[in-house]
């Protein structure tokens, strides 16, 4: 019987620059301080953090470095299957 996912959950991981930002969040440190650190701007900060709270659905700053962080050593885009039905039993 051939089986599908009815249903999954897409997850991103962080770039290594995302994560660059998250441990300088992490030590609780400014959007100025962290672009003059970085050598970029605050607007570049602002749109790592910004990629950041797409890819973990997470808004508190401390909450999405932990997120960035426990994903460190992850890469890429991992998709979680939550539900496999059979093929037949589907609705046409």
């Not at 609780?28 to 900060?45: C, E, M, P």
């Amino acid at each position: 019987m051939d089986a599908s996912p009815s249903s999954c959950t897409v997850f991103k991981t962080p770039s290594p620059r995302e994560l660059e930002v998250a441990r300088l969040v992490w030590d609780r440190r400014s959007d100025k301080y962290i672009a003059a650190k970085l050598g970029i701007g605050v607007g570049t900060v602002h749109t790592h953090l910004d990629r950041m709270r797409e890819k973990s659905d997470l808004h508190d700053r401390h909450a999405l470095a932990a997120w960035a962080l426990a994903h460190e050593h992850a890469e890429g885009v991992y998709v979680i299957v939550t539900d496999i039905v059979p093929l037949d039993s589907r609705v046409p």
